[in-house]
């Protein structure tokens, strides 16, 4: 009965204190605070935090696979500055030069073993003096047929050196269309790891050596986040 009583009491003063408790009104902010307020919001600057050494390539819908293309068709290399890899244009430019330089080399050789070829098949000699004259005597140990054979050679390198131009402009062309379809339509970075380990490579039971039954060998992983 005791423990009754007591707790009725304590449980009337407690909800005669509470309300006894008289609510506090919201103080209204000035002008001065209101003032403060907008410098601290201010002064507090939102941070990213950073992401370490990968880099991040999205998509740019501004560029132009079409104008890459376009201008690397008219002149070699100008699509791969577009796209900012200035590292291939002296790739393409020396390319492009050797090229030229077989085509010359093997023009000239061609024309100059084609006259001799013709002044052996008319059954004549150039006179001192001539163009070829000292050519046509370098040339007086070797029979017709071989003459011949290098006219040949020297043309089939030639024709191929104009091919291999042709491709070396197609394939420049090409890659600078790719690239910029990358950079427009894809998104790319470097957060990826290769891991290279030794490792055995268990063989079949048909062609299993004395030497045992594992070769060693290298396990390649790449991993893509």
Same mark, same amino acid.
Not at 38 to 55: N, T, V, W
Not at 61 to 84: E, T
Not at 168 to 196: C, E, L, N, P, R
Not at 215 to 224: Q, S, Y
């Given at each position: ?31 001065? #605070? &209101? !003032? ?10 939102? /941070?990213? %935090?950073?992401? *370490?050494? $990968?880099?991040?390539?999205?998509? #740019? &819908? !501004? ?10 068709? /008219?002149? %070699?290399?100008? *699509?791969? $500055? ?144």
């Amino acid at each position: 009965m005791q423990r009754y009583i007591i707790t009725v009491v304590l449980l009337t003063g407690f909800v005669f204190s509470a309300l006894a408790q008289t609510p506090v009104a919201p103080q209204k902010k000035t002008k001065a #605070d &209101s !003032l403060q307020d907008k410098r601290d919001s201010l002064k507090s600057k939102p /941070f990213i %935090p950073k992401i *370490g050494d $990968i880099k991040l390539y999205h998509p #740019d &819908s !501004l560029h132009s696979p079409s104008k890459a293309w376009h201008r690397s068709v /008219f002149v %070699p290399g100008w *699509g791969q $500055i577009y796209n900012h890899q200035y590292w291939k244009v002296p790739v393409i430019y020396t390319g492009l030069t050797l090229l030229v330089v077989m085509y010359r080399y093997n023009q000239s050789a061609y024309t100059e073993d084609l006259a001799v070829a013709r002044y052996r098949e008319k059954g004549t000699s150039p006179n001192p003096g001539d163009k070829y004259y000292a050519l046509y005597n370098a040339y007086a140990g070797y029979p017709d047929n071989a003459i011949d054979d290098a006219v040949r050679g020297y043309a089939r390198y030639r024709d191929l050196s104009v091919l291999l131009f042709a491709a070396a402009w197609g394939i420049q062309t090409i890659d600078a269309y790719i690239d910029a379809k990358f950079k427009h339509s894809y998104s790319m970075d470097t957060d990826f790891s290769v891991k290279v380990a030794p490792t055995l490579i268990n063989q079949q039971v048909n062609a299993q050596s004395f030497g045992g039954a594992f070769i060693p060998g290298l396990k390649v992983t790449f991993t893509l986040r």
